[in-house]
């Protein structure tokens, strides 16, 4: 008996340890801090949707934001080379 009951516990954990998800979002988005999905930023493509905002998620800069016609990062400095 105690070995059904050890297998029971240890096959309940392993299923609660794979159905959890790490990433609440979807893909394309990445998680900041404060828990919010943003857009992940798409090099090459000009006209990014910017119907979610205007924040983004850069893989080198990082959270950047489009104001004014230019990108920005997060201490709200223009970054020139966005694409490369």
């Known amino acids: 008996m105690k ?3 050890l297998f029971l516990a240890t096959l309940i954990i392993s299923i609660l340890i794979v ?3 790490s ?3 979807d893909e394309g988005y ?4 404060n828990g919010v999905c943003v ?11 910017f119907t979610l905002g205007y924040v ?3 893989s080198e ?3 950047i934001n489009f ?3 230019k990108w920005f990062n997060a201490n709200d400095l223009i970054i020139k080379n966005l694409n490369d």
């Open 3 to 5: 070995k059904i009951i």
């Open 19 to 21: 159905s959890c998800d």
């Open 23 to 25: 990433d609440p979002c």
């Open 30 to 33: 990445t998680q900041l801090d």
């Open 39 to 49: 857009p992940d930023y798409v090099a090459g493509v000009a006209n990014q949707d």
């Open 56 to 58: 983004f998620y850069h």
């Open 61 to 63: 800069f990082g959270v």
């Open 67 to 69: 104001k004014n016609g």
